[in-house]
């Protein structure tokens, strides 16, 4: 079973609608952590953001936003007000503490390609 | 600000051929990654150094070999290059394990031919 799910390949939209990727993860840890990664075209992969999981507040940063929510294993990254710039693809993962020293590693889900209109 | 810098940033081998990528970080990180990425698939982690002198396989490590000698460095091999090797190699590196976050370097598009 996968561990990270990313559930929508492709996302378009028009410029300044508010879309929400979404992420669904799968563990038995309960220490464990959650990023969000994106990809522009010119193929970089940049941080966006990191989530431990013993804190569900949601987070705010400028149009991104974050949704964490332990109940449904769920960590979803909305973009108010999109821009042609946000197209990309977004990556969520998931670092374990695991056994056996797992904790190295993020397990990627397979990726969102967003592709924002003007 | 290098971050993680690895070259070639493109390269085309013939099937067969050897050849290695290189990566260096300067944020005096122990732990180093390679990770593949294949259209549609996410990346996978081929690699992995927690520090110098020590490294382990990950999830796809057959036909790769790894060494790191110093913390900076972590070349990556690829012994008798295969088509099924074509893809995008990305070269990572962050302070400790758990929780930290993973910072990669630009990419390697890597064809076998």
């Known amino acids: 079973a996968q561990k990270v799910t990313q559930a929508q390949t492709e996302i378009s939209v028009v410029e300044k609608e508010d879309v929400t990727l979404d992420c669904v993860y799968e563990?038995?840890?309960?220490?464990?952590?959650l990023f969000w990664y994106k990809q522009p075209p010119s193929g970089e992969l940049v941080f966006l953001i990191r989530?431990?999981?013993?804190?569900?507040q949601n987070e705010i940063s400028g149009r991104y936003s974050w949704n964490f929510q332990k109940s449904t294993s769920s960590f979803n990254f909305t973009i108010t007000a999109s821009q042609v710039v946000d197209s990309a693809v977004y990556f969520c993962?998931?670092?374990?503490?695991?056994?056996?020293?797992?904790?190295?590693?993020?397990?990627f889900g397979k990726g969102t390609l967003l592709t924002v209109n003007p | 600000n290098a971050g993680v810098t690895q070259t070639p940033k493109f390269r085309i081998l013939k099937i067969g051929q050897s050849m290695t990528l290189q990566c260096t970080q300067d944020?005096?990180?122990?732990?180093m990654y390679w990770y593949r990425q294949d259209p549609g698939m996410g990346l996978k982690l081929i690699y992995y150094?927690?520090?110098?002198?020590?490294?382990d396989k990950g999830e796809v490590p057959n036909g790769y070999n790894v060494s790191r000698s110093t913390t900076e460095d972590f070349p990556l091999r690829l012994e008798l290059a295969a088509p099924s090797q074509t893809s995008v190699y990305f070269c990572?590196?962050?302070?400790?394990?758990?929780?930290?976050?993973?910072?990669f370097g630009e990419g390697s598009w890597l064809t076998v031919v």
């Open positions: 989530r431990n999981s013993f804190d569900e």
């Open positions: 990572a590196s962050s302070y400790q394990g758990l929780g930290n976050t993973i910072y």
């Open positions: 563990t038995r840890d309960t220490t464990y952590y």
């Open positions: 993962a998931l670092s374990e503490e695991g056994s056996g020293g797992s904790n190295y590693k993020l397990t």
């Open positions: 944020m005096n990180h122990n732990y």
């Open positions: 150094s927690v520090g110098a002198g020590i490294t």
